[in-house]
């Protein structure tokens, strides 16, 4: 008989293998099911450990002859075709990356050596969760995955927006992705977390508990992919021609700063514009507002990697900036859309184990996986080993070896010797001088062969804490919120129980009453959580580099801003304020009921490029209400310009208006003030930019408050950190 699928768990509790920590619950189950066998692997072979590795020694490399890892990765890598089983929704572009200075006495690597020289770059940004044709903004990580085109080769740096992930064992990625994809029965729902299997894994494994922080605060819905940074998240190694190497972790930090919308924004936009963030990054390169991020690098020897008070090969930990500065090195800059989608943004195959000679990896056993997951997952997708042959993975440098034939061949090898060694053609390919080849750090390896995870991988919660701690009260506010949107939708009280209790409970006691409550869990009590070590003193409170409104950024060049327009708009001053925009780099389209010309008041005409039926003010980052009586009167009619300001408010947007336009935006704050309880407090008027009469200084004030990006002070519920801090 074929092994079969284990059943899902049911509904009463006393099937459900988290009702108690004590494993003999399991146990249980099984006695209660006897029909649904004990798990094992594709061959019948019981499995009696599915959560670790097999490694040399329980902080070692995993080892190869671990058959039950290999099965399970490989059985997933080609569950999907030809999508990407993770992160199938991408947008691509591409660019180049300068370093400012040569890092010669950290690495060889070729490309980190003149400040002179363009490394061609190919980025794919990504959601995880959806399909190829979900929308932009789900709550998601994405993914920041760079080729570099090295004259030593290609380097990819395949990382997320987040700087830590779920687990710490490769082996259990397929159990992450299974419980946060659609549930396998109805295929429900598309692109979202807020589900029972997702929650039911949070609640059952606790070392998820700092990365699911990360996904519900503001990280999870980025503004645009030129606002998110970047993270390598495991630590790498940085080998120098002497063959000295150290550890090191890294970052991309946005010149743009980091940004988010509001969630009432992103389920608005996946309406709207399902395409947003992919729209934003193609017209932003084709404006010449050109994505921008500086490459930071953390570097740190085995000496200070020991007295951290968590593991660097734990990739649910962060190295705080505190503790190690993140100094920046160079500039990624993205100048050109692809040519053909489906050529190079699809076909693009990325892979961890693309590596150059001057960078190497470490024993982190997630990253371990990796190495052996994306050549394997891509020889389905891309159909055949070959891939590399498809131009957008094609290396600039030259390739000579005796790999032969197969699916799509393209290279047509010549001549007889097709073996090395070889006498009868020249020996060629010769190898390359022990200098120049890329040689892995001879690290010395020892330790019995295991299926454990080290002790000093077990504080899950220390992090997760100094996560919430170092947040704005207005980011722990929303973060409160996203916790109450996503546990609200789980339908299993026995699973939101279990989130609320022994997952945030640990994080804070607070959070947990904020949220607990809310989602059906009144008696709010911290309970030990599964396989969890005592917490690790992380030696400091906060560390403001977590927090995005520490982050505003040095440019606001890609930024949107509606500019409210009819028949008889003050088109003289809308000329005026748009170029002063456009020198910042910050695009203003005219908004109307209908589109093409609009008439301005002393002669002349505005284009309108959208209108209100099609647009929303999500979709923008600020507005504008130029004067004009004739305009103004207009659009007061019409319900649409007053609550498309209004809306714009509502979620902390700068706005602008000049001449009769401030009676408009002055109407719709008032009817906003209204809409709001008046104990809601707070400054209406916050970034709110009017300029009657004189408008000399408007342009200026309006670009500082875009930068700003939104204004949370004009309500105080936005402030109500107090209910959530300790
Ligand atoms: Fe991936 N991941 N991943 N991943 N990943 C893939 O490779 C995998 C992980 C990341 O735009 C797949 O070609 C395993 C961490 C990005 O094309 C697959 C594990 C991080 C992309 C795969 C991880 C990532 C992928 C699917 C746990 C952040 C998209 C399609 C051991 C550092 C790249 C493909 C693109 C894609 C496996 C964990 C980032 C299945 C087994 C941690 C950005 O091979």
Known sequence: MPAQRPRPSAADGASDPGTSNDKVSALETFRSHPEDGVLTTDQGVPIPHT?????????????????HLREKITRFDHERIPERVVHARGSGAHGFFQVYRPLTELTRAAFLQDPAARTPVFVRFSTVQGSRGSFDLARDVRGFATKFYTTEGNFDLVGNNMPVFFIQDGIKFPDVVHAVKPEPD????????????FWDFIGLVPETAHHMMWLM?????????????????????????????????????????????????????????PDYHRRGLWESIEAGSYPEYELGIQVFDEAQADAFPFDILDATKIVPEELVPVERVGRLTLNRNPDNFFAETEQVAFHVGNLVPGIDVTNDPLMQARLFSYLDTQLTRLGGPNFHEIPINRPIAPVHNHQQDGFHRDTINTGKANYFPNSIGGGCPVLAPGDQGYVHVPEMLQGPKTRERAPSF?????????????????????????????????????????????????????????????????????????????????????????SQLSN?????????????????????????????????????????????????????????????????????????????ATSIAALR?????????????????????????????????????QAEPASAGGDPLAGVVLAETDTATLGQDFLAAIARHRFWERDQTQQMGSSVRP
């Open 458 to 546: 077990k504080d899950f919660f220390s992090q997760a804490s100094l996560f919430f701690h170092s947040l704005s009260l207005v980011e722990q506010q929303h973060l409160v919120s996203a916790l109450r949107f996503e546990l609200g939708k789980v339908q299993r009280a026995t699973v939101r129980e279990r989130v609320v209790n022994e997952i945030l409970a640990n994080i804070d006691i607070e959070l947990a009453r904020a949220v607990g409550p809310a989602v059906g869990v009144p008696n709010v009590e911290r309970r030990p959580a599964r396989d969890a070590g005592p917490p690790v003193d992380q030696g400091l409170a906060a560390s403001a580099a977590l």
């Open 51 to 67: 959560d670790d590795s097999l490694k040399a020694g329980e902080r070692g490399p995993s080892l190869l002859e671990d058959f």
């Open 186 to 197: 109805s295929e429900m729902p598309q692109a979202a977390s807020a589900h029972d299997t």
């Open 217 to 273: 605060s503001d990280r999870g819905i980025p503004r645009s992919f030129a606002t998110m940074e970047g993270f390598g998240i495991h630590t790498f190694r940085f080998v120098n021609a002497e063959g000295q190497w150290r550890f090191v972790k890294f970052h991309w930090k946005p010149l743009a700063g980091i940004h988010s919308v509001v969630w009432d924004e992103a389920q608005k936009i996946n309406g709207m514009d």
């Open 552 to 628: 505003p950024g040095q440019t606001v060049a890609g930024r949107q801003v509606a500019v409210l327009c009819a028949d008889g708009v003050d088109a003289a001053a809308v000329e005026q304020l748009t170029a002063e925009l456009a020198a910042a780099g910050v695009n203003a389209e005219v908004v109307s009921t209908f589109l093409g010309p609009v008439q301005g008041a002393g002669g002349g005409a505005l284009e309108a490029t959208k209108m209100f039926s099609t647009v929303g003010s999500v979709l923008f980052d600020a507005v504008y209400v130029p004067g004009g």
């Open 637 to 673: 009619d019409g319900a649409a310009a007053v609550q498309f300001v209004k809306e714009a408010h509502a979620h902390y947007k700068p706005i602008a208006a000049s001449g009769e336009g401030a009676e408009l935006v002055r109407a719709a704050i008032g009817m906003a003030a």
